[in-house]
């Protein structure tokens, strides 16, 4: 095939600080989509642009070379609006659990195409593996039809949407070009916009936990990624949410399920009811239903009766025990005084270490693996109260997972902290 352009052309255009053509975009995606453009080729690219930028009309029409590499998804033909919600991922960060049901509940179609976990922060599929028959991958046609009749679906993205964004993601995981905004935001917002849904809200996390660390460029990340969603349609916003403590009171996979079931029958703690219930009204405004109620879904069980059925059309044994890891250790506070840090870094990491991530992307991963938190920031503890409980099937895991604490966890006996708020900012246009 006759080639319109030559990779080192543009390479050399963007290293220069220029901007990049929408034929230039749409060409150096698809050839690179095509095995052309090579390897190297694109990684000088993602510096480039990791280095120099890109503007909101590169953005967008990257955005839309990146949706044109595979299918899209089409949900017109529900009887449902549809609301669909993405979070740049944290550590015990299970909402989707409670979230997609509760919308649902409202009359809301809720499709959440969701990944595994890999590094320290855990995968939406990887926690409802911990339900016994519950099965990650549907067919198109499975998924339409459970989305027309119970509302909420979650399941594995398949691999025909934005094919660009796979090939990419693993070049940019290994060439030191994760962190480009206009890549994040470019990589997640193709896959979104292809899987078809009207209304999308994201919640993008920032602190220690969090991919972004820095309240700055979360703001730049979130502010990106809603205006590539509103140009394509799609009505988007953004909460900007605390990631510097872990959410609730679990992380790891069957700790998590059991939370987030608590929460659907009207308990469960109260930051991650806060913000259950805070992209629920984000999700059924943006889906033509500002009124509707999610605390009261959650209060009078019509939202786990919408978890019973999602869970139920995808093969999962509702009422089953769910798993318990064979081991458990518990951290305690060394001294009396106030717990001033519990870092989501370090729990994230101990949780992965125990079992519940996995390193390699084919590494299978512990159902009953994690760490259960019995104090919050703020909190007074004694000497010899537990703070941690640690959860694995392996034993000779805990000294690794205790390493990762370290610093992580503080008390002081002098010292007082007043956690910030859960939902820093919402951003729309
Ligand atoms: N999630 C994605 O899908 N892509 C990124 O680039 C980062 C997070």
């Known amino acids: 095939m006759n080639e319109p352009f030559d990779a080192v052309d543009v390479i050399v255009a963007k290293r220069d600080g220029h901007r990049l053509t929408a034929p230039q975009i ?25 280095l120099n930028g890109m503007d909101r009309g590169e953005i967008a029409r990257w955005t839309a070379a990146m949706i044109a590499s595979g299918e899209r998804l089409d949900f017109s033909g529900l009887s449902r609006p549809t609301a669909d919600k993405h979070s740049t991922g944290g550590v015990g960060d299970k909402i989707t ?28 599929l990887d926690k409802l593996e911990s339900i016994p028959g519950w099965r990650a991958a549907l067919t198109n046609d499975e998924m339409m039809t459970q989305l027309e009749q119970v509302g909420a679906v979650i399941c594995q993205a398949g691999s025909g949407l934005a094919p660009a964004d796979r090939k990419l993601y693993a070049l940019r995981d ?22 078809g849904t009207g209304s999308l809200v994201l919640d993008v996390k920032v602190g220690s936990g969090a991919f972004m660390k820095d309240l700055d460029r979360a703001r730049e990340l979130a502010r990106t990624m809603v205006e590539l969603g509103t140009d394509a349609g799609v009505r988007t916003v953004a909460l900007l949410t605390d990631m510097s ?11 998590e399920v059991r939370e987030s079931v608590e929460v659907l029958a009207g308990g469960g703690p109260a930051d991650v009811v806060e913000l259950t219930v805070a992209l629920a009204r984000e999700m059924l405004d943006a ?15 019509s939202a786990m009766d919408a978890w019973r059925a999602m869970i139920a059309a995808q093969a999962g044994d509702v009422d089953a025990e769910l798993p318990v890891a064979r081991e458990t250790e518990v951290v305690v506070a060394e001294q009396d005084g106030v717990l001033t840090t519990l870092d989501a870094y370090a729990v994230g990491v101990a949780a992965w270490r125990l079992g519940a991530g996995r390193a390699r992307k084919e590494d299978p991963v512990q159902a009953g693996a994690g760490v259960q ?10 000497a010899g109260q537990p703070i941690l409980t640690l959860h694995t099937d392996t034993p000779e895991r805990f000294a690794r997972a205790r390493e990762a604490l370290v610093g992580g966890v503080v008390v002081d006996e002098a010292g007082s902290t007043t956690p910030g708020p859960l939902v820093i900012d919402r951003i729309a246009v």
Do not use: C
Not at 98 to 124: C, D, E, I, N, W
Not at 373 to 382: E, F, K, S
């Open 26 to 50: 749409d060409w150096v995606v698809d050839a690179y989509t095509r095995g052309v453009v090579a390897e190297e080729q694109m990684s000088a690219l993602a510096m480039a642009i990791l």
């Open 97 to 124: 659990l409670p979230l997609a049901p509760l919308v649902a509940s409202f009359g809301v179609a809720v499709p959440q195409l969701s990944g595994r976990g890999l590094g320290h922060t855990g995968g939406t």
């Open 174 to 195: 290994v060439t030191g070009t994760v962190e480009a905004i206009p890549l994040i935001a470019t990589s997640i917002m193709s896959k979104k916009i292809a899987e």
């Open 245 to 255: 403590v872990p959410l609730g009171l679990t992380a790891g996979n069957a700790l």
């Open 287 to 301: 889906a033509g239903r500002p009124d509707a109620d999610p605390a009261r879904a959650l209060a009078d069980g």
């Open 373 to 382: 938190l019995h104090a919050r920031p703020g909190d007074r503890v004694r």
